[in-house]
């Protein structure tokens, strides 16, 4: 089973700042296969990016993935309020699998 | 639009079964699988298993297997997931997802269940 790890676990940035989120593998991933999602508190995770560079349909350009074999980021040029949230990596390869979750906060 | 909803919310005592509902509607329900992933209280996303609504074939988390059963019925655009021996450690919200048949990723998700397991 790949096992995915998320770094760092918490972020504390301002709005309007960069934020860089950091998805490690433990065997290779098929950029095909990698995805991510933001979930806010009591709400059901929303897609963001898949096939490690792609944009889901509504996402914003500021959102952007990036990444290969087993390493993978999520890159968000200028924190807005409504960014500040949990990010989940995600990989399929046989079966699928969540990284731990990385919040965003407001600092 | 495109829309997942589940069944209400669960109570079940350990030992019992609980079967979630998820009725899929604003799509061709045939041309997308089904995933299942829950999340314990505080804690991070869990995969559980994935259903090929074209031909029922099933993938289950291993950790899951034997207790697990995931099925479709096309009549009603409705995903099941039956999950039994429930133990305090499935109380979660269980998210039903519309996954994408070549690239995998879930694209919709559900309302979400709630399941509580106490004695």
Redesign the interface.
């Known amino acids: 089973e790949i096992v995915l790890t998320q770094s760092p676990g918490t972020l504390s940035l301002s709005p309007g700042e960069r934020a860089t989120l950091s998805c490690r593998a433990s065997q290779t991933v098929s950029s095909s296969y990698l995805a991510w999602y933001q979930q806010k508190p009591g709400q059901a995770p929303r897609l963001l990016i898949y096939g490690a560079f792609s944009r889901a349909t509504g996402i914003p350009d500021r959102f952007s993935g990036s990444g290969s074999g087993t390493d993978f980021t999520l890159s968000i040029s200028r924190l807005e309020p409504e960014d500040f949230a949990v990010y989940y990596c995600q990989q399929y390869g046989s079966y699928w699998t969540f990284g731990q979750g990385t919040k965003v906060e407001i600092k | 639009q495109v829309q997942l909803v589940q069944s209400g919310v669960e109570v079940k005592k350990p030992g019992a079964s609980v079967k979630v509902s998820c009725k899929a509607s604003g799509y061709t329900f045939t041309s997308y699988g089904v995933?299942w992933?829950r999340q314990a209280p505080g804690q991070?996303?869990?995969?559980m298993g994935?259903i090929s609504v074209y031909n029922g074939n099933t993938?289950y988390?291993?950790k899951l297997q034997g207790r697990v059963t995931m099925t479709t019925d096309s009549s009603t655009s409705t995903a099941y997931m039956e999950l039994r021996s429930l133990r305090s450690d499935d109380t979660a919200v269980y998210?039903c997802?519309r996954c994408?048949s070549y690239?995998?990723?879930?694209?919709v998700?559900?309302?979400?269940t709630t399941v509580t397991v106490s004695s």
């Open positions: 995933s992933v991070g996303l869990e995969w994935w993938n988390a291993q998210y997802a994408n690239y995998y990723y879930m694209d998700w559900g309302t979400g």
